[in-house]
């Protein structure tokens, strides 16, 4: 998350050094490109602010609900227990991949450090 911050503040920094450039130094093609990349950095930026933390709370609340029903359930053999162990796969691949994320990604992840907490289905 701390990343993106970064991220926005660089865009922030591009955009107002390209209004700069406009009135400084009278560039008609350097001035407009940097402005653009500015805006679309904070732009980017910003939805990703405002977006990530909510869906990814939403998952994490969702796979926590799943794994206990899961784990809780008992389960018919048949069809029933084909479905809840197609759902265990896709829950547990959700958690590898943002725990792979995490890890990989480290300050530009929008995960909370509580992701790594969480355990795989068994």
């Known amino acids: 998350m701390i990343g993106w911050l970064i991220v926005l503040g660089v865009g922030v920094v591009i955009s107002v050094l390209s209004i700069v450039a406009v009135f400084e130094w009278d560039s008609e093609i350097i001035a407009p490109m940097t402005l653009t990349i500015g805006v679309l950095g904070i732009v980017t930026a910003g939805i990703n602010l405002i977006t990530a933390p909510i869906a990814i709370k939403s998952a ?5 609900r799943q794994k ?3 784990e809780n359930h008992i389960s018919v053999p048949g069809y029933e227990d084909i479905a809840t162990t197609t759902m265990k796969i896709e829950l547990n691949s959700w958690v590898y991949e943002a725990q792979w994320a995490k890890e990989y990604w480290g ?3 929008m995960y909370p450090d509580s992701i790594m907490e969480l355990e795989p289905i068994q």
Not at 60 to 64: D, N
Request: charged content about 20%; glycine content about 0%.
């Open 68 to 70: 206990e029903y899961i």
């Open 107 to 109: 300050m530009f992840s």
């Open 60 to 64: 994490m609340a969702k796979f926590t």
